[in-house]
């Protein structure tokens, strides 16, 4: 391969710093001697649309998209997957090679094949899920369960109304909860989500009565730092299963990686050390 052809991918942001996107890439490219390279880029809101159309003429072949750029890269492209279109944000585009963007959504993909990986048991028909929250990862994990053939999902968040645009959005399914009644969800639930920032390092904590919750019961946290969150933490003790949320980051970056590089990487205890590292 000559440098002419040298692919090279990256992931937008504003602020970019924090993202674990470029361990995660650059250790593939060196795992499996790919020539190419993945970096950082802290852009401004304003300038999304004139970076995504220069990408591809620096010789991009692809891009992440994290906050807060990801439903205006969905506007900007101009193909949609329909998981992205469902969720209403992408997180993972490819620069075809036509000149048009191609915009994906990896997150729901992330969290289920993360609790494949991690709970391989569980069983999405089994019973009710209970999500913590409504933002954007939210949307991601419903369609995912839904996919999936989780019968019903009860949905808590702080902002009932944003909840309540979620149960509008995805209809029947959706159980809309306050805050202060999730408690009474979490002894059916046969699956616990937190998508909240809430448990994360410098956030507070995830305040909810978990009392009710039994040793049957499969419990995940989106936030990864730190790695065991109190939630997770306090169902541990209670003899359930537990999945961290590092793994969704890991999984998510497997189809673009694949599609921008030419190659499926594995995600494994190896890659898990490297990004945390």
């Known amino acids: 391969m000559t440098t002419e052809n040298i692919p090279l991918a990256g992931v937008i942001g504003s ?16 795992r499996y001697d790919i020539a190419g390279f993945y970096v950082p880029m802290n852009v401004a809101p304003e300038d999304v649309e004139t970076v995504l159309h220069t990408l591809p003429r620096a010789g991009f072949v692809g891009a992440n998209v994290t906050i807060p750029h990801k439903e205006a890269a969905l506007k900007i492209a101009d193909e949609i997957s329909e998981t992205a279109r469902s969720i209403g944000a992408a997180n993972t585009l490819t620069f075809l090679p036509d000149g048009r963007i191609h915009a ?3 997150d729901g993909y992330g969290f289920m094949a993360n609790l494949r990986q991690g709970a391989p048991a569980w069983r999405p028909e089994s019973g009710p899920a209970l999500v913590l929250g409504a933002g954007g990862a939210a949307r991601a994990v419903i369609v995912a369960l839904l996919d999936a053939g989780v019968p019903e999902i009860y949905l808590a968040n702080r902002t009932r109304a944003r909840a309540d645009e979620l149960r509008a959005a995805f209809g029947a399914k959706i159980t809309v909860i306050g805050w202060a009644d999730a408690r ?14 809430l448990g994360m390092t410098g956030k507070p904590p995830l305040e909810i009565d978990l009392s009710g919750l039994r040793p049957e019961t499969l419990v995940t946290d989106l936030v990864y730092a730190p790695l065991r969150t109190g939630l997770l933490e306090t169902a541990a003790a209670r003899g359930c299963a537990t999945v961290d949320g590092l793994g969704m980051l890991l999984h998510q970056g497997v189809p673009g990686f694949e599609r921008w590089f030419g190659h499926r990487p594995e995600v494994t205890d190896a890659l898990r050390d490297a990004v945390l590292g």
Do not use: F, K, M
């Open 15 to 30: 602020p970019i710093a924090h993202s674990r996107s470029p361990q995660l890439h650059g250790y593939w490219l060196r």
């Open 104 to 106: 994906d959504n990896t």
């Open 184 to 197: 009474d969800a979490v002894e059916p639930a046969h699956l616990i989500v937190n998508t909240t920032s």
